[in-house]
Every structure is written in C-alpha cells, then in structure tokens.
T-cell receptor, first 114, second 115 residues
C-alpha cells in the first residue's frame, strides 16, 4: 500500500459528460501528479501541483483541469468526455519535487467513456 | 523535442537469468532527469529510480542496477538473477530540469520471467 488513495476505482460514463477524479496524497507529501495511460497514447504526464500551486503542465487537454486543495488532496476534472478519454488515470505524490524525491502512486481510476 | 526509445517491446527470460532493458533518450536540455517505473500485471505503477544528468554514477539496489551513459544517451536497467515477480512492463522516462517540463515516457518493455 503506497498510502496514496484514488477514488473512484472505476467510472463508466457517457460521451459529453463531466467527471471528477479524486486523489489523496500520502501524509506529509506536498506534490501531487496526474498521469493518463491509454492504449492509444501510452503513459502521459498530465499535470503537477505543489502545495496548492500548479508547478508543471504536460499533455493535458483544455477540457481537463485540476486543482489541489488546502488539505493537499487533488481533483482532476474531465469535461465534454470523448471515447478517447477512456483510460487509466494515476495520481502520485512525493514530499517535494519528483526530480529529487521518490514518487508514490495510487492504484488508479479506470475511466470508461461509452 | 524530448524523446525516449525503448526498442525492446517484449523480452522473455528464464528465472535466474540476467536481463538488461535498454533506454535511449533524446534531449537538448543540459539539465534533465531520467526515471524508471515498473507496472506489474496488477496494474499499479511503481517508481524505481531517478537520475539527474549531472550524476553519471551507476547505481545498484539489490538485484537492480542502472547504467547511465551520457555519451550514448542511454540509461539502461539490469535485473540480476531475475525472478518471476520481476515480470512487468518497465517504462523509462525523461524530464526537463523542472519535473514535468517536457516530460515524456518511453513506450515500455514487457518483461516476462518464466519459471
């Protein structure tokens, strides 16, 4: 158990809908990272937050947004969903920035868009 | 543009064999980070190692070792005396100086260790 929790584990929704994925980092970790893993695109880094502030952006679509709250949990919002958004979404956390600290991953949320 | 190549799509070895997973990267950054991640059949991701571009020392952790060579832009991963539990997909990744900057994963190498 990495100590990182993600909810829900599975999510099935229809095209055009909006969903929110939630991540709770390990106790004491200030950085949260979001990744997407799909059959088409492989693994991609989406976005990173550190202590409530956005630190880095990867291949995150404009339809997607994220935030990190004062209690350090993070949410990834996906809107106007398309079939191609079906993927496994991972969250990870680290004490500091991942260049210098080990990352711990959650179990992932599997999103299916029908 | 940043790029990571893992030319070996799939590797099969018999238990106790040594195996090396290749990772070749391309970057114009002078400062960058390299990573290896493991994804076992259960699906979770596991961080294995990070290395910054200024540290070319090889690293050993138990049966795992990493060989970083800037001259050939490679960051290879060797598992000594492989075990069935090592069966997984292994991803190499590259980031700019600030994590997430120009971040890219390789396509992964699926390692099967047969008993």
């Amino acid at each position: 158990d990495s100590g990182v929790t993600q909810t829900p584990k599975h999510l099935i929704t229809a095209t055009g809908q909006r969903v929110t994925l939630r991540c709770s980092p390990r106790s004491g970790d200030l950085s949260v990272y979001w990744y997407q893993q799909s059959l088409d695109q492989g693994l991609q880094f989406l976005i990173q937050y550190y202590n409530g502030e956005e630190r880095a952006k990867g291949n995150i679509l404009e339809r997607f947004s994220a935030q990190q709250f004062p209690d350090l949990h993070s949410e990834l919002n996906l809107s106007s969903l398309e079939l191609g958004d079906s993927a496994l979404y991972f969250c990870a956390s680290s004490v500091g920035l991942a260049g210098d600290y080990e990352q711990y991953f959650g179990p992932g949320t599997r999103l299916t868009v029908t | 543009a940043q790029k990571v190549t893992q030319a070996q799509t799939e590797i099969s070895v018999v238990e106790k064999e040594d195996v090396t997973l290749d990772c070749v990267y391309e970057t114009r950054d002078t400062t960058y980070y390299l990573f290896w991640y493991k994804q076992p059949p259960s699906g979770e991701l596991v961080f294995l190692i990070r290395r910054n571009s200024f540290d070319e020392q090889n690293e050993i952790s138990g049966r795992y070792s990493w060989n970083f060579q800037k001259s050939t832009s490679s960051f290879n991963f060797t598992i000594t005396a492989s075990q069935v539990v090592d069966s997984a997909v292994y991803f190499c990744a590259l980031s700019g100086d600030n994590y997430g900057q120009n971040f890219v994963f390789g396509p992964g190498t699926r390692l099967s260790v047969l008993p």
